[in-house]
DNA sequence: GCTGACCTTAACGTGAACGTCAAGGTTCTG
DNA sequence: CAGAACCTTGACGTTCACGTTAAGGTCAGC
């Protein structure tokens, strides 16, 4: 039984993955990634790992928002370490194999970090905009119970009438 | 005593907030802010709440990704949020003050909803990173150990020698 | 009041990330 | 073996987010 494992051409990646085929032959172009296979007659043709890496080129550039160069530079991490693994399991020299380790481990290392600033940023704007809407929910809350917190405060006297339109 | 809030020009705010100059203005010009005021000879003057939103602005670009459209948007929503105040302070009507913050609620609700989106693709993206960075961890205390784990499991014969550089 | 360092607007240039033809070759279906 | 529907490789156009002159006005110190 051979695989066969049922190949796409580019319009059903397109339609599958959300993406242009622009967009997707545009990612060739810049190194993203290779069609697994090509027709006779030079058609792309993708398997469904082809389908994986391209969910998650558009999962980092539409959610995370990194620029395609970034996205390229894990993906390239990825390849990295998919070579390393290749080479680890081809040697049994101690020192090699720890270099390669520890390289990895580098990696890995970068790209947390990199991630995790992001996502300190992110939690801090969440925060924000939690506090204003506990706030809102406050007010609301004493509108709805009948008592107008500070309606009129301090009697603002004529808040200048800038001439702004 | 007045204010005088000590006013900047454009080049102080560029170094103060990690901006350049070109950037300042084109933020003005596509409206994400105003400078605080202007000289007699037409210098754009900033005060400390313009570089707050600078600096703001610089966060959500570079850290968190935002195109300066999404910016803008958010910046939007934040006007808004000053305008409803202003009206909330301004009326006494149960009906309108009720309708003001609902829609306040309402946006930073889309906001929230945003933010929580791209956050949980960034935790995913960081989960998987620790599951490697732990993976290699245990690889490499294995190896320090003395036990190399599964050093061939099966015997590779000749990786076929890429001609890679 | 005159440099020199700064600023203004206006306009054109640039790299990233595609969109959009154009001119032709390929595959499938009847 | 047509014809439609798809694909290919160029190649030029477009939007965003600025960079970079160009041609002049402004401000601070001497």
Redesign the interface.
Known sequence: MLPETTLLRIQDVAADTGLTTRAIRYYEEIGLLEPAARSEGAYRLYDESDLERLRFIR??RD????SLAQIGQLLEDERA?ERNR?R???T?D?AE??AL??D??DR??R??ET?????????Q??DD??A??AH??G??AA??AGL?PH???AP?RE?RQEPGR
């Open positions: 999962s980092l959610d995370a928002g990194f370490r290749i680890l399991r081809s049994t101690r194999r720890r380790l520890l990895a481990l890995v290392d790209q947390i991630l995790e600033h992001k996502k300190a940023r992110l939690d704007m969440i905009a939690r204003r809407k809102l929910d007010h609301l509108l709805d107008e309606a009129e405060p603002v808040p």
